[in-house]
């Protein structure tokens, strides 16, 4: 592969958390991945940079550095697609997307809608004034203005986004309220002593890390966390259960429960979870969590010297903040959807759901890197991510058409798959990418239950 290809994405990566140079070896080639935007290379360079930030926890903590650490272009082509290679007693999922999760032909453009979850169908289906039925659900939209799409089933507490090009995301408010952010920002603060852990073999080794995450992204990042040596605890809330792929392929490593902070005893057990933990990493929108104590701010003075690390769909500041999003919402309205168009009219799409495994791995780097920092100098430290500034990043990637017909094969992903025990039967998914030194990185050999664990470390 061409080396050069992934270095330019890594040196910005590991630019946004100021990590100096690590050795780093990079071989094969991510193909399967093909676009006009550089994914393959984006990814390599996100995987990189959370492998670079865990060699330097492993240092930082007094365990012997790796020697080398090494990455397998094509391992992690397979990892960025991880959920679609599960497998449970031999069975996939499909696609991953409800029949009304799609592009729609609106009156003057496209809209993307997001209903996997039941809840958001029946807000798109309100907004829209239809039954479940697509026939129907394209009648509706098709003879009304995309941006009163959108706006309609916003209202509702629904996901949709009108389909706009890169030029006009740069003139929406919400893409100049964020023009130039980076994926990772970060701030410090003062006031907590430091926590020092010796290191026992992995990196991670017995940081505890509350996972408040659902769907790709967030468990992306806390299940490599896990990978790296880290005790993982998955809480989720009763009232809004996992889709069942991401409950095979968000918890290896992890253990899961599920608690109602809406009750003062589940609320009382959270923070008596974030009172011994080392790292919390949630999923949620900015603000969302303020009212039960556990925004960034509120944990730094009720549980001082933690790592956050928050990720989101748009990122602040700006004026949707605060909106639902998913992936495939972000690449339609910033405008990946169209610069991936096969005819320059119809919308297309990345070739895996880039924008939320690339920020879980940049948050898993965030998070070793905040340990890190929180065992050197003390104090809190925040980190805030979101898939609208990644995205703003793969924009700005050099791409070349070269490189893209480049990657058009895909290759087999068997040997990157591994096969865990689970109450379900036997599951078979992605493992780890990375290996440092001599240990190559491998999930435990069994999968939790989704929910199934008590809320306890």
Known sequence: ???????????????????????????????????????????????AVALTAASRLQRQRGGPPPQQVRLDAAHVAAAVRSEAHVRVNGSSFGSGFAPLSRFWRAADGWVRTHANYPWHQQALLQALGTAADPGAVAA???????????????????????????????????????????????????????????????????????????????????????????DVLRVDPPHRPELTVHRYDGLPGKRSTVLDARTPAGLSRLHALADDADIVVHGYRPGALAAFGLDAGSLAERHPGLVVVSMSAWGVPGPWSGRRGFDSIVQAACGIAMTESPDGERPGRLPCQLLDHGTGYLAAAAALEGARRQSEAGGTHVFALSLAATAGWLLSQHRTPAAAAASEAVPPASEYLTTLKSGAGPVMMVGPPGTLGNCALAWPSRLTTYGQDPPAW
Do not use: K
Not at 6 to 31: N, Q
Not at 146 to 168: D, F, W
Not at 179 to 191: F, H, K, L, N, T
């Open 1 to 47: 592969m061409n080396e050069e290809g992934w270095r330019a994405p890594f040196a910005d990566a590991a630019g946004f958390l100021a990590l100096p140079p690590e050795p780093l070896m990079v071989f094969g080639s991510p193909a399967g991945l093909p676009s006009s935007l550089p994914v393959g290379n984006v990814a390599i360079a996100c995987v």
């Open 140 to 230: 509706a939209i098709g003879e009304r203005p995309a941006e009163a799409v959108e706006a309609g089933v916003v209202a509702a507490g629904g996901v949709a986004a009108a389909v706009r090009t890169a030029g006009q995301w740069r003139q929406h408010p919400h893409g100049r309220a964020i023009a130039g952010r980076p994926p990772i920002v970060s701030a410090a603060i003062d006031g907590a002593a430091q926590r020092r852990r010796e290191a026992a073999g992995l990196p991670a080794a017995g940081l505890r890390v509350l996972d408040l995450t659902r769907v790709i992204a967030g468990p992306v990042a806390t299940r490599y966390l896990a990978a790296l040596g880290a």
